[in-house]
């Protein structure tokens, strides 16, 4: 009951293909060093890890989707492992398109917990589509992207919080 197969049909995907890729969905608006932290532990769990950058058309960024691709595909360029795209619309056909075993999500508050929990919940539900919650690592539980918004606003140095 050890063979990567056997590992797949556990995590509810991937049918013995030898490849898994997990989901990383999120704003990333910045991209931090809170989820260079969740891709690095993903890597160590799964084949691959799709950055996929979120947004509706309603809620424009301060910086494009497009542009946080580029800038989070920078620090990944070395790694065949991590691949970043962006999607409008509903993360879970997302996943369906990417062939995704699971979505992989951070906590790091109950408030993120019971969010977290919701829309698992919607996505295993309706979309059949699993998803990991990683606990925040301790010492980048208090970063968020909003954070470092607010303080680049107001003429602080952020390059420490980010990667
Ligand atoms: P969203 O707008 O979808 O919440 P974010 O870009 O804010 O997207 O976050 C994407 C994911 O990364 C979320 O699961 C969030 O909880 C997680 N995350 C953000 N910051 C951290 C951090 N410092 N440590 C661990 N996980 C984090």
Redesign the pocket.
């Known amino acids: 009951m050890n063979t990567s197969a056997d590992n797949s049909l556990l995590l509810g995907g991937g049918k013995g293909r030898g490849l898994s890729a997990v989901l990383f969905?999120?704003?990333?608006?910045p991209f931090?060093k809170?989820?260079a932290?969740?891709v690095r532990r993903a890597l160590l769990m799964f084949d691959e890890v799709v950055i996929g950058v979120?947004y509706n058309g309603n809620k424009a960024g301060a910086v494009s989707p497009e542009e946080r691709v580029e800038k989070i595909g920078k620090l990944y360029a070395d790694n065949p492992r991590v691949r970043v795209d962006c999607y409008s619309g509903l993360t879970a056909d997302f996943a369906k398109a990417n062939g995704v075993v699971a979505i992989v999500?951070?906590?790091?508050s109950f408030a993120?917990y019971e969010y977290?929990m919701q829309m698992a919940d919607v996505n295993r539900q309706l979309f059949g589509i699993e998803t990991i919650i990683l606990p925040?690592?301790p010492e980048?539980?208090a970063?968020?992207?909003s954070v470092v918004r607010e303080l680049s606003h107001f003429g602080h140095d952020v390059s420490d919080l980010l990667p």
């Open positions: 969905p999120g704003s990333f608006d931090t809170g989820h932290d969740i979120g999500r951070g906590v790091r993120d977290e925040a690592t980048l539980a970063l968020s992207s």
